[in-house]
């Protein structure tokens, strides 16, 4: 979506989802190339919230990208 706040809103959803929003996680990592820092963040707290070593293994530690 071309808004931040739907992009925001909706990472934040699969996040509170948890493990069941598995699929969602190959576009959570598109996601954390996203122009928007706070949309970056949101999809590195909901991979962590659903497959934490996905989290890590995309991380590298730092949200800034």
Avoid: K
């Avoid at 598109?30 to 919230?49: H, N, S």
């Amino acid at each position: 979506d071309p808004r931040q706040d739907v992009r925001f809103v909706a990472i934040t959803t699969l996040g509170h989802i948890g493990p069941a929003a598995v699929a969602a996680v190959p576009a959570l990592i598109l996601a954390l190339d996203d122009p928007d820092v706070d949309v970056r963040q949101a999809a590195i707290d909901a991979l962590a919230q659903i497959d934490p070593e996905a989290a890590r293994a995309v991380s590298g530690g730092g949200v800034e990208r």
